[in-house]
């Protein structure tokens, strides 16, 4: 029985797996059944991944993608990559049923809703799936002693960390008075829910000195996110507003893109989390003055490297969680290799 979906011979999974030693000691278990594979590496394991990401074209997946690939190409893995095309659990539930159904070895996965990704991921662990989270968590994101446990590690930023950076370095850009908005996602993303919570830790700190004036959802649109912000400095709220804080590369873009619309670039101060070009550009016109970049090749890569662990029994090397860290660019640093090379490619 041929399985056209993964390019090799169907093996009950416990076959399969019993197979995996002899694959890594003595090369393509596929070559020894007379199958094809994608991966051209001597190293082939005959393994296949999923990586499936919040949502397809985003810049920040793309790159994570192209860090899960170098490492797949190193180890000889098949990846396989998908994901929704709007940041929706509902539309990213069938996704992880489908890839249930092809009987992939790993599934990386940046669930789109904390709760909502529970039950489907639940099903996938259940059929003897590896699953790791990339960028978001499930549950509260303590694998270890939270009420999810299954996921094999958490691979992504400091959330609390970087809303915090974020606010503080708004709350320095604003002469440490005035009001802050933030533009944030969907509520139930794990990553931008957090980036809110530390931002507000931040302007708490500031006991009054700073306010929080709002704050938006905009489904993750730049679209609509320039249109929230348009109104909010058009209305008479518009005035209290000196720093605003985008919680991820769409909400950056719009807001940005509405302070510029509105001539008041340099005026109010923009934190941009997310770093695309168009935030590098930004930053050197002097519309937005902090990018925060995340490191997406790494989140990747580790996962990769992980998913290879699990397989081959090295789960000591697994660690629950992996906190990948930031490049935080301003002007004084945008030009360094290191900011440079953190900028998130676009294909
Ligand atoms: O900020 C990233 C990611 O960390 C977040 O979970 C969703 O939005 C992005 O993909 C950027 O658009």
Redesign the pocket.
């Known amino acids: 029985m041929e399985d056209t979906e993964l390019g090799r011979k169907s093996l009950s999974r416990r076959e399969f797996l019993a197979g995996t030693t002899a694959v890594l000691a003595g090369g393509s278990l596929l070559a020894a059944c007379g199958g094809s594979t994608s991966t051209s590496s001597s190293n082939s394991t005959n393994y296949t991944f999923v990586l499936i990401q ?2 397809k074209g ?4 793309v790159t994570m993608q192209k860090g899960a690939q170098a490492m797949a190409d190193k180890l000889g893995v098949k990846l396989l990559v998908d994901g929704p095309a709007q ?1 929706s659990a509902t539309l990213q539930a069938p996704i992880v049923d489908a890839y249930i159904a092809k009987k992939v070895d790993v599934m990386i996965i ?1 669930a789109c809703d904390k709760q909502a990704m529970i039950a489907p991921l639940q099903r996938a662990n259940d059929a003897g799936i590896k699953v790791i989270s990339v ?2 968590f499930i549950g509260n994101g303590d694998y270890a002693n939270g009420p999810v446990t299954f996921p094999l590690s958490y691979i ?2 400091d ?1 609390v960390q970087g809303g915090m950076i974020a606010g503080q370095a708004l709350i320095k850009a604003i002469g440490n008075k005035g009001g802050i908005y933030i533009e944030n ?1 969907i509520p139930g ?4 829910d957090q980036r809110q919570q530390g931002c507000e830790q931040a302007i708490k700190a500031t006991n009054g000195a700073v306010t929080l004036v709002g704050s938006n959802y905009d489904n ?1 649109s730049a679209a609509t996110a320039s249109q929230q912000v348009s109104a909010l400095l058009s209305s008479n709220k518009g005035t209290q507003v000196n720093g605003i804080f985008g ?4 909400s950056a873009e719009g807001s940005a893109q509405a302070v510029k619309n509105a001539n008041k670039q340099g005026q109010i101060k923009i934190a941009n ?2 770093a695309p070009q168009q935030a590098i550009n930004d930053l050197n016109s002097g519309a937005v003055d902090l990018v925060i970049a ?1 490191k ?1 090749t790494d989140m990747g890569s580790t996962a990769v490297q992980y998913g290879v662990y699990a397989l081959t029994g090295k789960t000591s090397s697994i660690q629950k969680r992996v906190a990948t860290g930031y490049v935080v660019i301003d002007k004084t640093n945008v030009n360094d290799p290191a900011s440079q090379n953190a900028i998130y490619k676009s294909s």
């Not at 919680?247 to 769409?250: D, G, I, S, V, Y």
């Open positions: 919040g949502v985003d810049p920040f997946y940041f940046a960028d978001t992504g930023s959330n996602v993303i794990s990553t931008t993750d919680t991820n590369l769409f989390f997310d995340q997406p």
